[in-house]
């Protein structure tokens, strides 16, 4: 069956550092990776996707991600954080195949 | 983009009472929705698919009986929450995909708390 696993529950950093969230999946029968952000109280903003055409996803608010097939990771990356990406985010194989969150803390 | 709302965002109820969330698809067609819940500082839990006009397919360990989920067309999927105990107090989120879409779109959520 496929799993997912974010390695990290808590990623406190810096405003203006760069960030990497991680992902590793357990198989990979479904094309379709995603990652999600949720802020307090809402419910999920699709980040990007991975549908194969490309193994270096841009997504929205200056988000990438990369498929990396050998590892069997798709970890999420930003070169520069802000206060405003403070958020939980969730990595999904799948329709509903979903880790178990990593909590972004930007601090000033 | 697609957008998906719920109503009502939160509400508090006495314990017995059923509840009703409404999930719509604002602007295109929702084939399928999915049914969420999600404990705080934890994922979410799928609790169901609903396709349009067909009854619903329930993940195993729900109670179909008390989680009822009918998604009688293609922008509307409700989620009744019935005799309500304090347990079933969470974050329901629903999401809403297409017809030959791999994304799926969320709703901003309902908190339910059951006193």
């Known amino acids: 069956a496929q799993s997912v696993t974010q390695l990290d529950s808590q990623v406190p950093v810096f405003e203006e550092a760069p960030v990497e969230l991680r992902c590793n999946y357990s198989?990979?029968?479904?094309?379709?990776l995603f990652w999600y952000v949720q802020y307090p109280n809402q419910g999920l903003q699709l980040l990007l996707k991975y549908t194969s055409a490309a193994t270096l996803v841009k997504g929205i608010n200056g988000f990438e991600a990369e498929f990396n097939k050998s590892q069997t990771s798709f970890h999420l990356r930003k070169p520069s954080v802000h206060i405003s990406d403070t958020a939980e985010y969730f990595c999904?194989?799948?329709?509903?195949?979903f880790g178990q969150g990593t909590e972004l803390s930007v601090k000033p | 983009g697609a957008v998906v709302s719920q109503h009502p965002s939160w509400v508090i109820c006495k314990s017995g009472t059923s509840v009703k969330i409404e999930c719509r698809s604002l602007d295109f067609q929702a084939t399928t929705m999915f049914w969420y819940r999600q404990f705080p500082k934890q994922s979410l839990m799928l609790m169901a698919t609903s396709n349009e006009g067909s009854k619903a397919t329930y993940e195993q360990g729900v109670e179909k009986d008390k989680f009822l989920i009918n998604h009688a067309s293609l922008t509307l999927s409700t989620l009744t929450v019935t005799s309500a105990h304090p347990e079933d107090s969470s974050f329901y989120i629903c999401?809403?995909?297409?017809?030959?879409?791999?994304?799926?779109?969320f709703g901003p959520g309902t908190r339910l708390l059951v006193l």
């Open positions: 999904a194989v799948g329709v509903f195949i």
């Open positions: 198989s990979f029968v479904s094309v379709y």
């Open positions: 999401s809403a995909q297409g017809a030959w879409e791999e994304t799926q779109y």
